[in-house]
């Protein structure tokens, strides 16, 4: 049975840092990454990365948030630095076997979310 399980969210104020982790269990994946959903809005990719280290990333995200990832560990992080209150949102880890795409309804698993929030 295939799991993806985050942890690391929480409340943080504006110019802060978190780092959220991913960790997958079941099988391994060629493209793991982060979406995030804020209220009253559509889920929205934020950063990806493949098993040979390519990564993509939002434009709203790129040099503030670095993706990573341990494939000894199955697991991908998500390094988010100078945080704005518009990043609050559930961020939800998602794994895929193809390469990446941005749309979200292409991603076969989903972990469960972790709320992250930024206070001004």
């Known amino acids: 049975q295939v799991q993806l399980v985050e942890s690391g969210g929480g409340l943080v104020q504006a110019g802060g840092s978190l780092r959220l982790s991913c960790v997958a269990s079941g099988r391994t994946f060629n493209t793991m990454g982060w979406f995030r959903q804020a209220p009253g809005k559509e889920r929205e990719f934020v950063a990806a990365m493949s098993s040979g280290g390519s990564s993509n990333y939002a434009n709203s995200v790129k040099g503030r948030f670095t993706i990573s990832r341990d494939s000894a560990k199955n697991t991908v992080y998500l390094q988010m630095n100078s945080l704005k209150p518009e990043d609050t949102a559930v961020y939800s880890c998602?794994?895929?076997?193809?390469?990446?795409?941005?749309?979200?309804?292409?991603?076969?698993?989903w972990g469960q979310g972790t709320q992250v929030t930024v206070s001004s």
């Open positions: 998602a794994a895929r076997q193809g390469l990446w795409i941005p749309a979200w309804s292409h991603w076969e698993y």
